[in-house]
């Protein structure tokens, strides 16, 4: 492999650390302690494991969490009534609702109901607005986490190519608004793009968001590219033994890390990342409401 390998595992631990460190802080000095409320509607097996994985995480670095599991039929105005209740909560700095939501719930509404300055998912419509205009706002975890890595691997990203493969709200737009905000020129991939492997063969950066299991080939990679990986798929691991399965990203990681400068893991590249990004989101709502620093 001629790959730098960036190590989103040992990332995030740090990120963590920083958190822990301003949580204490917080506590000695004001007295206050960052609290994060999580919301799950229904029983969905993966969404039950990453809230937990949250909560107790929320818990390490010294935050309150608040879990809030709802039945799958829960109506739409009894979840907008506990999001009512848990926006004027003074001990609750950050809400996230876990997506996706049961069919009867519209997301949209839901998601627009947090109170913007709670919502450490970076999905309300006010602080969509607020990043593609370039000011103050709550940023998406998963795209803040990869940016995080890239600007610790390269410092400035300022007129490198960047191409985003995925268009979706949660990844892949922020993604391309925030690489656009540090200056990189920056593509936008989709299921509609002509010819793909060419585009992606021109870019120093390549974010890969797609879902489909090993799909970027590495000699669509530039030689000597950074790659970042978000796709998380499960596929079938026979040489595991039967019925076994294994985590892959949507880049072919050992054809993709023989050409590529650098390239995040999968698992232990970008997934980490997210969730130390949310704590780190929760602390900055949390400064902000309070009228302190934040965190840099
Ligand atoms: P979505 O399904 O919402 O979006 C996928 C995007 O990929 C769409 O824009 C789609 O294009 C595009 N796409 C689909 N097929 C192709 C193709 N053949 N060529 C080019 N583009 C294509 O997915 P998400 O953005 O929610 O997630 C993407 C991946 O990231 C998933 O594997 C998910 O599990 C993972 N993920 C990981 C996280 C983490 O913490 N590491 C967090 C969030 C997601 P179109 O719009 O035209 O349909």
């Avoid at 007295?31 to 929320?58: C, F, H, M």
Wanted: charged residues 20%; hydrophobic residues 40%.
């Amino acid at each position: 492999m001629a790959a730098t390998l960036i190590d989103g595992k040992a990332f995030a631990a740090k990120v963590r650390g920083q958190v822990s460190e301003h949580v204490a802080r917080l506590k000695e000095e004001h007295g206050i302690t960052p609290g994060l409320a999580v919301v799950l509607v229904g029983e969905d097996p993966a969404s039950q494991v990453y809230v937990r994985s949250k909560g107790k995480q929320t818990v390490e670095v010294g935050m309150n969490s608040f879990e809030h599991k709802l039945d799958v039929d829960t109506s739409e105005a009894d979840l907008l009534a506990l999001i009512d209740q848990l926006n004027s909560d003074p001990a609750v700095h950050g809400i996230l609702v876990q997506l996706p939501l049961p069919g009867h719930l519209n997301e949209d509404l839901v998601i627009n109901s947090i109170a913007p300055e709670k919502d450490v998912d970076g999905f309300h419509i006010s602080n969509v607005g607020l990043l593609g205009t370039g000011q103050k706002s709550m940023v998406p975890c998963t795209p803040l986490g990869c940016l995080m890595m890239l600007r610790d691997h390269h410092g400035s990203l300022s007129g490198m190519d960047a191409v985003v493969i995925g268009r979706s709200n949660i990844v892949g737009k922020p993604m391309a608004q925030l690489l656009l905000g540090d200056s990189c020129t920056v593509t936008i991939a989709h299921s509609r793009t002509k010819d793909l492997p060419d585009v992606v063969r021109r870019a120093d950066i390549v974010v890969a968001a797609v879902g489909r299991p090993e799909m970027v080939p590495g000699d669509w990679i530039k030689e000597g590219a950074t790659v970042i990986d978000v796709g998380i798929n499960r596929i079938d691991a026979p040489e595991k033994g039967e019925g076994k399965t294994r985590l892959v990203g949507d880049v072919h990681f050992d054809s993709a890390a023989a050409r590529a400068g650098a390239i995040t893991p999968v698992p232990g590249g970008v997934g980490p990342m997210t969730i130390a990004c949310l704590l780190a989101n929760t602390v900055t709502a949390c400064c902000r409401a309070n009228n302190l620093a934040e965190p840099e």
